[in-house]
């Protein structure tokens, strides 16, 4: 089933979701080769990366990325280490955008009262780390809840989480390399 872009299966694998998104991107990866045999710079070359084949890549990552497993994971890698290649710029890893993002969203969530899952953010008694959330199953611990909950705990310092004034939108800001 393709919801959003994204595929999902009945068991909740990522696989079908990352074939898909290794041969969009892929194909994108041919008009880059193009793109360094016409001796574009590498300013363009890489912001056509982040405009065509990145947000392919990271499309709804923060829903998928976690509970991705290892081969799925390194396939999309090896897309953004074969655009390195061709660009000669450092890239960022998908690993790396995954926990930006996923730190950017979580802090968004626990900021805003309004937002329906932000009972999931709720702060121990000594105000210093978030409540850990109970999970049998892996595939509940892969989720995006705990794994934000995990990520914000081992942060050096938890940002202050305002309580008041609700926050009428999050903005992702994109890395740089």
Known sequence: MLF???HITEDLS??????????????????L???????????????FYR?????????CITVWF?????????????????????IGVPLPSLQDIYSTRLTKKALCIAADPSHP??????????????????ARTSRLKDSFFHQAVRKLNSLPALPPLPSSAPQTSCTVTPIRP
């Open 117 to 134: 899952m932000q009972s999931f953010f709720s702060l121990l008694p000594s105000g210093r780390r978030l409540r850990s959330l109970q």
């Open 4 to 6: 959003l872009g994204v």
């Open 14 to 31: 990522w696989t079908n979701n990352t074939t898909a998104l290794a041969k969009k991107s892929q194909q994108r990866l041919y008009f």
């Open 33 to 47: 080769r193009k793109l360094r045999r016409a001796r574009a710079p590498a300013p363009i070359m890489y912001t």
């Open 51 to 59: 405009g065509t084949i990145e947000s392919i890549l990271t499309s």
């Open 66 to 86: 976690g509970a991705c497993n290892a081969s799925c994971q390194k396939t999309l890698q090896r897309i953004v280490k074969a655009a390195e290649r061709i």
